[in-house]
């Protein structure tokens, strides 16, 4: 493990929407972004 | 001012599509931007329950767990088209869906022995373009030994998970950090990169660590 890697709060650059695998799908923007959308028409109609 | 290189830690799992995009993408952006970095890479698994041998397809994988059929095919297309577009060529159907722990185990042994980078670059191809397993001991032990690592050492090594306790701890840094996906890169301990970004971006951050060094 690096050592020069500190806990601290890290400032996040680039865009939010940039591909990335969380677990075994590895989802794409769009996807996302409509899993968003879909959250919040669930939120909406809670 | 400093001309050490800039300090690039990088988490990302081996089955991760974009971590090896990104690691593209990444390389393209120092170039770039022509600061010279200094990257070590930290385990992530992105399904640590997955088995080691799974006797089908990726898309039969993902399908038995449950996501629709139609999207498990055009995910896996556009990530192909994608990684095309950056030099690589992943093959889906010759890909040996597996854990990946023992694969992370190997990376802490190469980096052990200064060699982190090149054993890091095999396994990503070795997994996405080759459709070699990247899950048993022995496949792996075949893979370091390509390289020109002491086979019978690296089997001993995994049989005795002698790096076990690395990946764990790359882990738990991760989840410290708030790291939820991969590819994920720190910048300098100070700024985080989420996902497969443009060369561009990769560039411009390391510009500005660049430009702040200069101004401190």
């Known amino acids: 493990m690096s050592e020069q890697v500190q806990l601290q709060a890290l400032t996040i650059v680039g865009d939010p929407q940039a591909e990335v695998c969380e677990g075994e799908f590895c989802e794409l923007p769009a996807h996302r972004e409509q899993g968003i959308v879909n959250r919040r028409i669930d939120d909406d109609a809670v | ?216």
């Not at chain 2, 800039?6 to 390389?27: Q, T, Y």
């Not at chain 2, 070795?126 to 020109?148: K, S, T």
Request: with cysteine.
């Open chain 2, 1 to 216: 001012m400093t001309d050490a290189p800039i300090k690039v830690d990088v988490w990302s799992d081996i089955a991760c599509p974009w971590c090896f995009i990104g690691k593209r993408k990444f390389e393209a952006g120092a170039q770039q931007s022509g600061i010279p970095v200094e990257v070590e890479y930290h385990s992530f698994e992105l399904a640590p329950d997955t088995p080691v041998d799974f006797d089908g397809s990726e898309q039969d994988y993902l399908v038995g767990r449950g996501y629709p059929a139609d999207q498990v095919d055009g995910m896996l297309s556009r990530v192909t088209g994608i990684a095309e577009t950056v030099g690589l060529h992943y093959d889906y159907d010759a890909l040996q869906h597996t854990n990946t722990v023992k694969a992370h185990q190997l990376v802490h042994y190469a980096k052990a022995r200064g060699r982190q980078l090149e054993m890091k670059e095999r396994l990503l191809a070795a997994y996405f373009e080759e459709g070699r397993h990247v899950g048993r001991d022995e496949d792996l032990a075949d893979l370091a030994a390509e390289l020109g690592f002491d086979r019978d050492d690296v089997l001993r090594s995994l049989a005795e998970d002698e790096y076990l306790d690395d990946v764990r701890g790359d882990q738990a840094l991760a989840q410290q950090l708030g790291i939820n996906g991969v590819p994920f890169f720190v910048i300098e301990g100070k700024y985080g990169v989420s996902g497969a970004q443009d060369a561009t971006t990769f560039a411009n951050v390391l510009q500005q660590v660049a430009g702040e060094r200069e101004s401190a």
